[in-house]
């Protein structure tokens, strides 16, 4: 994944997952203070229009990562670290996506609260796993980092099976080292 694809797929999914936290919270939570409105707060309809835009570019970036992240990632061998919270996230892609995009156009109202509940579920889901991704994969990325620096990486310590050195250097760099060798 490259730079501006993670940041894509960062800044996208925190915008539609804060506002769409921030509009469930105003809509399902607030109580109306006009009695003849429906929103909770009056940022209500800007949160709900910030969640509406931010929706398709985190789409747009999970496309972008698709191949090359999540489907190489699901088919490599060897040992699968975090990939559970991954593929349960992009599993959740599915119902949160095509949910939210019913919502718009909607009309009936058992569909309509069916669908919110789908969305709304999905939805939490979707970030809570995403978080859970990325903070596993930052896990991961320190306990490299600590294995990386513990390595001795001197010319001299590359040995063969046989114990020799495989580069064919030791003698000659361990001699130069010596007190008292001639250079």
Same mark, same amino acid.
């Given at each position: 994944m490259t730079p501006f694809q993670r940041w894509l797929l960062h800044v996208s999914t925190g915008f539609v997952a804060f506002s769409g936290l921030a509009y469930a919270f105003m809509k399902y939570l607030m109580p109306a203070n006009d009695p003849y *409105? !429906?929103?909770?707060?009056?940022?209500?309809?800007? @949160?709900? !229009?910030?969640?509406? +835009? @931010?929706?398709? @570019?985190?789409? /747009? @970036?999970? *496309?972008? $990562? /698709? %191949?090359?992240? $999540?489907?190489?990632?699901? %088919?490599?061998? *060897?040992?699968?670290?975090?990939?559970?919270s991954g593929l349960a996230a992009?599993?959740?892609?599915?119902?949160?996506?095509?949910?939210?995009? +019913?919502?718009q156009v909607e009309t009936g109202e058992i569909?309509?609260?069916?669908?919110? $509940? +789908?969305?709304? !579920? !999905? *939805?939490f889901l979707y970030a809570g796993l995403y978080a859970l991704h990325l903070v596993g994969s930052r896990v991961r990325a320190s306990e490299q980092t600590a294995r990386a620096t513990e390595q001795p990486t001197g010319v001299s310590n590359q040995r063969d099976r046989n114990g020799e050195d495989a580069l064919g250097l030791g003698e000659a760099v361990s001699a130069s080292r010596q007190p008292g060798a001639e250079r």
């Open positions: *409105g !429906s929103a909770g707060h009056p940022l209500q309809p800007y @949160a709900l !229009s910030l969640h509406v +835009l @931010a929706g398709p @570019a985190a789409v /747009f @970036a999970v *496309g972008l $990562i /698709f %191949r090359e992240h $999540i489907l190489c990632r699901a %088919r490599q061998r *060897g040992p699968k670290l975090n990939l559970a992009a599993l959740l892609l599915l119902p949160m996506v095509l949910s939210g995009y +019913l919502l569909l309509r609260r069916w669908t919110v $509940i +789908l969305h709304l !579920s !999905s *939805g």
